[in-house]
């Protein structure tokens, strides 16, 4: 059989018709070459935001299910046009919501997981020759009700898809030409990365490097599916591959920097010094769907503690709901949050072999006067939050103290 190719464009590459019937002319070069095609598509230019922020015009704090319901729809839109450009090309197309593609998920609104993918539909319609174009960010939950897959989610839809039909690897096409050591619209001289590995990929996504969705990058590693991320319309792009290994040759002390504003912090004061305290605290978080990131707990005063960590903006409703009910069950002092932060990282494989790189981070923050508020690492990871005003300048300078825009192996981003 013919070779089978995934391909996703994300949300700036289809925001406009021009883009959209550049978009389906890739995709229709590949189907004239012969391959299969599988296109997953975003929801076009800032609709998901858009859509978000209507339903909270019409209710401060919208149902999930209806919201995720809503959200989808921004996605129809792009499937539906992507699949008229073909038609308009002479080359047959179908579009396909996620539920029409087979695509499983569990019931987890706003963020839940693809838990299987039944595709026979889309095989029946490659096999008429069409171009299927595929929602991204969607699945259909075992209460038979749209759910949606957190944001940024059609990379994991392109990423499951690739895996369910066996695909060689999956091709992200994006508005950048690739995965940098930051994210190149806030560091000017940041580099492409020719390959990352998974692990050091899904840390900068965790990190905030919006470039690919964290979730996708876990299951692309769960069943080596390769990525390659490249400029949505530079056939040129030299792109990045993501990707199980990279040879030790190529292993940087320091492979990337990442910020991410979109996290809030949250402080609960005087949490009684007993065991069980922080397990109730974070079951109420997890039962709430809240994904809790950093975490510090200060040593106790008298019979208390304090307890502060991070959640991202999304979560901060939920967030405030569930430790309204720990403040009572649990009888602690007042609960403080502030948006007034920023988290910054650096992420690389060398850290496993080589000390010294948190030292290095928070001599070169305290040398540009960016105090650190909370400190949390793993083994290829440090990061720190610091106060918002001051992200974007802690992670230039970060950049330039690991000397990431003179990589030997990066290519210069302009
Ligand atoms: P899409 O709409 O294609 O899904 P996104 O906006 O989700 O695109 O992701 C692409 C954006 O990610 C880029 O425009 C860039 O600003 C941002 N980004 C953040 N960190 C990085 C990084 N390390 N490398 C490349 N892009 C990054
Ligand atoms: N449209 C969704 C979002 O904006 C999913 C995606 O673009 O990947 O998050
Ligand atoms: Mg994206």
Redesign the pocket.
Known sequence: MSELVVMKF????VADPEKIQRAAERAIAARKKGKRVVVVV?APGEMTDELIDLAHRVSPNPDSRELDMLMATGEQVGISLFAIACEARGVGATSLTGPQAGILADAKHSKAKIVEIRPRKIHEELKRGNIVTVAGFQGLNPHRDITTLGR?G?DLTAVALAAALGAKHCEIY???HG??T????LVPDARLIPRISFDEMLE?AGAG???MQSRSIEVAKKFDVPIRVAHAFDRHSPGTWIVKEVSSMEDALVT?V?LDRNQIKVTIRDVPDKPGMAADVFDMLGKANVNVDMIIQSAARGQSNDISFTVPKDDHENAIKALETVQRRLKTGSIEHTVNVAKVSVVGVGMRSHSGVAGRMFRTLADNSVNIQMIATSEIKISCIVDKADGERAMRCLHKAFGLEKTRRGYAAR
């Open positions: 994300g949300g700036t590459s975003s940024g059609s994006t508005d950048v995965v940098y930051a994210d190149p619209r900068l490097a919006q470039v990337g990442a």
